[in-house]
C-alpha cells in the first residue's frame, strides 16, 4: 500500500482519459445547485440504493471550545467493493456547499473503488443539508462555519469512523469546486490522515477580485455571443432610469420578486456565467442570436435555467438570504451560509472585468456592490480575510513537503485561473496536474 496513492493517481489519468465527457456561477450556492440538478438525473439501481447507507456521528460545534458540545454530522458509506475487508483503502469525498446525496458516490469515483476495492464515504459539510451545528443562521450562530472547522471536522470524522468500524486501509480524499480546495488543503495539513487527494476544479486561490472570470467567459463565448450579452446587460442598466420598463424586464425574465435593480443585474449576469461555466455555451448563445433581440434570448435561457434548478430567481439573490431560518431554506441551496463564507474568507466575487472588451457582465457589479452585499446581508463591513486562507492553505501547496494531490481542471472552466496547473506556473514539481480539453467545471466527476 506504500506506493498506493501515486498509482492510483496514474490509473485516474487513464480512467479520466477513457470516460470523461465534456459536458456540463461560482465556486457558490449557483454551482452547487446546478451539480445537484446534474447529478438528480442519475438513478440509484436497486442494488446501489442499498448498498449506499446513510449514518450519522457527533461531530463537534467548534474544535476550540469542546465545551460547545456536538452536533449530527452525515455521512454516507458504501462498503460494497471491500466487505469484511478492514485493510481495503477508503475513498472520502467531500460534499461542499450542499446537501449530501447517494448520487455522490456514482460516477468516475465509484469505477475506481471497484478497480481498487475500496470503501466509499460521502460527508456533508458543516452548514449544509441537514448537518447544522446551530439552530439559525445569525451572524452570531454562523460564527463556527470556518476553513479551520471545515477541515477539522474530516480529520474526527476520520479518527472517529476508523475507530468505530476498525478500518486499517489508507484514505483518499476526493472533492470537486470548493470541496476540491478543501481537499487539498486537507492533505496538506493533515498529511498522516490521507495518502492522496483528487482535486477537482477547485479554487485554492482566494481573492476578493475575481473579474478573470468575466474576462474567462468573454474569452469562451467568442466576439458576437459576447456582443450580444452586452447588449442585454446595457438594455436591463438603461431600464433602471425608466421604472416600468425594468418592471417589463424583470417579468420576462421571472424576476418580479427582485426588488433591488443591481441584484437583478447581478442574477442575469450570474447565469450567464454558470451557462458557460457548465459547457451550456451552444445552448445560451443560440438563444441570444436566434432572438429578435439578444435581450428576449438572455430571457429565454434564464427563464430555462430557473425551470431547470426548480428555483425561484429572488433565491439566487442577497435578498434571498436574508432570513436567519434554515427552514426558509432549499437543502440543496446553502445561499445564506455561502454568501457568509464568501465576505468572511473566501470573496471570490466577479467584479465586472475593468477592461470593456474583456468583460460581459454589468459594470454595476464592482467592489463597491460587494462590500455593500456583506454589510446588508450580515451587517460586514471589513473585507473577507483572504489573506489568512492564502498564507495558512494556499502557500503549503506550493511547498515541496506537500505531495500526491491531483489537480484537475477544464480548458474552459473560468476557475482554472485560480486553480493550480502548468499554464498558471504555480506548481509544485510533487503534485500532478491535468487539463481536460474543452473541458468545464468538474467535467472528471460529473455522471
Not at 24 to 41: G, M, R, W
Not at 130 to 154: G, H, M, R
Not at 281 to 296: E, H, I, Q, V, Y
Request: hydrophobic share 35%; glycine share 6%; aromatic share 14%.
Amino acid at each position: 500500500m506504500e506506493y498506493f496513492g501515486m498509482y492510483l493517481f496514474k490509473f485516474s489519468t487513464l480512467t479520466l482519459a477513457l470516460t470523461l465527457t465534456t459536458t456540463t456561477t461560482f465556486a457558490s450556492p449557483i454551482d452547487a445547485l446546478f451539480q445537484q440538478k446534474l447529478l438528480q438525473k442519475q438513478t440509484l439501481s436497486a442494488q446501489e440504493n442499498l448498498a449506499i447507507v446513510e449514518e450519522k456521528f457527533p461531530q463537534r460545534i467548534d474544535h476550540q471550545s469542546l465545551d460547545l458540545g456536538t452536533f449530527s454530522q452525515r455521512y454516507f458509506v458504501d462498503e460494497s467493493f471491500a466487505k469484511n475487508n478492514d485493510n481495503a483503502p477508503v475513498f472520502l469525498f467531500l460534499c461542499g456547499e450542499a446537501s449530501c446525496d447517494k448520487r455522490l458516490l456514482l460516477g468516475n469515483m465509484r469505477v475506481l473503488a471497484e478497480k481498487f476495492h475500496a470503501k466509499l464515504i460521502a460527508l456533508e459539510h458543516r452548514y449544509y443539508g441537514i448537518s447544522w451545528p446551530t439552530k439559525n443562521f445569525s451572524v452570531k450562530e454562523l460564527q463556527y462555519l470556518n476553513t479551520d472547522n471545515a477541515l477539522k471536522d474530516i480529520a474526527y470524522f476520520k479518527e472517529h469512523i476508523t475507530e468505530k468500524k476498525h478500518w486499517n486501509g489508507k484514505w483518499v480524499i476526493f472533492g470537486g469546486s470548493y470541496s476540491g480546495s478543501l481537499a487539498a488543503y486537507f492533505r496538506a495539513q493533515y498529511p498522516n490522515h490521507v495518502v492522496g487527494a483528487i482535486s477537482s476544479s477547485a479554487p485554492v486561490q482566494v481573492r476578493e477580485n475575481f473579474a478573470d472570470f468575466d474576462a474567462k467567459v468573454t474569452e469562451v463565448v467568442g466576439s458576437e455571443c459576447a456582443n450580444n450579452m452586452r447588449l442585454s446587460i446595457q438594455q436591463i442598466e438603461a431600464a433602471q432610469a425608466d421604472p416600468d420598463r425594468m418592471r417589463q424586464i424583470k417579468k420576462q425574465f421571472s424576476s418580479e420578486a427582485v426588488v433591488d435593480d443591481v441584484d437583478f443585474l447581478g442574477l442575469v449576469s450570474d447565469l450567464g456565467g454558470g451557462a458557460i461555466q457548465y459547457g451550456m455555451t451552444d445552448l445560451f448563445c443560440g438563444m441570444l442570436a436566434k432572438s429578435r433581440n439578444p435581450l428576449d434570448g438572455y430571457a429565454q435561457f434564464v427563464n430555462y435555467a430557473l425551470m431547470f434548478l426548480n428555483i425561484k430567481a429572488v433565491q439566487l439573490t442577497p435578498q434571498g438570504a436574508l432570513s436567519e431560518n434554515p427552514a426558509d431554506y432549499n437543502a440543496a441551496l446553502g445561499m445564506r451560509q455561502w454568501r457568509y463564507q464568501d465576505c468572511t474568507e473566501y470573496g471570490y466575487w466577479p467584479y465586472a472585468h475593468s477592461n470593456s472588451s474583456q468583460s460581459t457582465r454589468s459594470t454595476y457589479l464592482d467592489e463597491e456592490y460587494y462590500r455593500k452585499l456583506c454589510k446588508r446581508v450580515f451587517g460586514i463591513e471589513q473585507p473577507a480575510n483572504t489573506q489568512y486562507i492564502m498564507d495558512k492553505f494556499y502557500k503549503p501547496l506550493l511547498d515541496e513537503t506537500t505531495s500526491h494531490i491531483y489537480f484537475l481542471n477544464g480548458e474552459y472552466d473560468p476557475w482554472t485561473a485560480l486553480s493550480l496547473t502548468n499554464a498558471t506556473h504555480n506548481t509544485n514539481n510533487n503534485l500532478n496536474y491535468f487539463l481536460i480539453e474543452k473541458g468545464s467545471h468538474c467535467t472528471d466527476i460529473k455522471h
